[in-house]
């Protein structure tokens, strides 16, 4: 499944709620990294990269707005607190996965059990 593109992913959801029902588990794990100088990285690689992650959690929350999973679990990096030369765009990606759940305390879904490195709690 391409994870940025957000047919794909909601037609790829859709089968697997026909084929098994509801989603007891996600687990958003994507990602790529290519490790160049900001100064030289084009922007198309820098989105590219940036996208697949966030872009890929966008569309699946939409996709599944109607049917929550019973839990979701983002994978990312340290790289998003920490920062790494030339991960400009990979540490971006992993610092919106750490506060994507995490949308104030009247909005925020009940299986987001912190939102983000501060350990802030959602809910």
């Given at each position: 499944m391409r994870?940025?593109?957000a047919t794909d992913v909601a037609q790829t959801l859709?089968?697997?709620h026909r084929d098994w029902g509801s989603i007891r588990l996600l687990i958003h794990a994507a990602g790529l990294n290519r490790s160049t100088p900001l100064v030289t990285k084009p922007l198309d690689e820098f989105r590219r990269i940036r996208?697949?992650?966030v872009r890929g959690?966008?569309?699946?929350?939409?996709?599944?707005?109607?049917s929550p999973p019973g839990l979701w679990l983002n994978f990312g990096s340290l790289l998003g607190m920490t920062g790494q030369a030339g991960e400009a765009d990979y540490a971006s990606a992993n610092d919106f996965l750490g506060f994507a759940p995490w949308r104030g305390p009247d909005r925020a879904p009940a299986n987001a059990p912190s939102g983000g490195p501060c350990g802030a709690k959602s809910a």
């Open positions: 994870c940025a593109s859709a089968q697997v996208d697949l992650k959690h966008v569309h699946l929350a939409a996709a599944l707005a109607g």
